[in-house]
């Protein structure tokens, strides 16, 4: 990821400002072409490239954002003495209270934020609730008036908590604050022209290239499927491995070592497994027990919804989970090393806690951790609600928070009570935390 130099900030918005421009010219150049058809060979071919343009954005853009702003899938609601367990929990570890309130209520003064909009806050973030209608609510509470008294209850339990925390009362009612409430919000995404998604495919392809080269071995997705993802992927074409798991492919490199495990990495938000490659490689290429030991197997798993294409949405993270047993069973591991980035290591909470991976993890390696302290507001502010300033928060907004299956993913499959990660999670398991590495992007 780039800095905060100006240059580098003059840069990424010249990109960014090249790339918006694409349809709009192109939009321009094919009304103009109406009137005074080109002739040349490069005119015509400018003139059909226009067309495609032009012809995304209202065909492929707009349909496709209509249909990602569809609700959440919440997960089962926890019992309602686990949520007040988790609330008293994260009220433990809450080191800025006005920070807190103010950047979950995207930099509300204290006055603005009062008993109602925190209330309301935590319908969302406990109750998964959010959605209803003045009506749905009220036909609710006619139904189960009883459930309906304790659910107040539950929630001035809350609010009377947050008033502690702060040392100050909250104003009764309800202030013009408005809170950050990731699942039910608009999934905020920008267009790209398909230029962008042609870069995506070359730079997938050359990675393609590079890890087969390096011994890797692609197990694709059923043809169907793979020929559903936008840009297309050639290297699909080419694979006569077939993943394990329905929804997920993966590059295998086989493991041959008799004294240790194989790893499975789980990569982050970013044009896929490219900026990993080397690193991938390095880790057999540069390790002087291969020749006597053999070589270490590597499991890297793709997840496409949040590699820049378009595809089907992320499946849910007990699917994940259900579908990468599957895969290790496949090739006969039964322990393994687990490595993950960014938003790879939200999947890697769900494999340590599923009693069917569980066991299956020897060490980890979580480089740039999403799930520690997910309550505090800092990884869903920054990547959905920071206004960018520099350059680094530019690139980050651009190519990676508003991109279509980013921001649905972000907006719409993140649940952060059942993505947090605590200590405790972790006890008697060898773990290391790490910033990114040198040869990886720094995402979050």
Known sequence: MIGTSIPQYIFIRLCIFALRLITPLSIFYVSFSLAEHPTSAGGRFLLTWSVIEAAFWPLVYIPRKRALQAAAQHPPLLEKEERKALFWKIWDYIPHPEYYISRWFLGARPGEVRRDNVKEFFEWALLNRGTETEDELVRRAQEDPEAKI???????????????????????????????????????????PVVWYLIVMLVDTLTAAYLRYNGFLLHRTPLRSSLAIFPPRPATLLSRHLSAAPNLSYWYRPHTSKTRLPILFIHGIGIGLMPYSKWLSSINTSDPLSPTDGSIGILAIELLPISFRLTAPLPSPESLVLQINSILIHHGFTKVVLASHSYGTVLSTHLLKSPLTGPKIGPCLLIDPIPFLLHLPDVAYNFTARRPQHANEHQLWYFASTDMMVAHTLARGFFWAANVLWKEDLRGRKVTCDEALSELPDIT
């Open 150 to 192: 304790e659910e107040e209850a539950e929630l001035k339990e809350y609010v009377d908590g947050i008033e502690t925390m702060l040392g100050r009362p909250l104003l009764p009612g309800r202030g013009p604050a408005k809170s950050l409430r990731l699942t039910i919000d608009e999934v905020n995404m920008r267009h790209r």
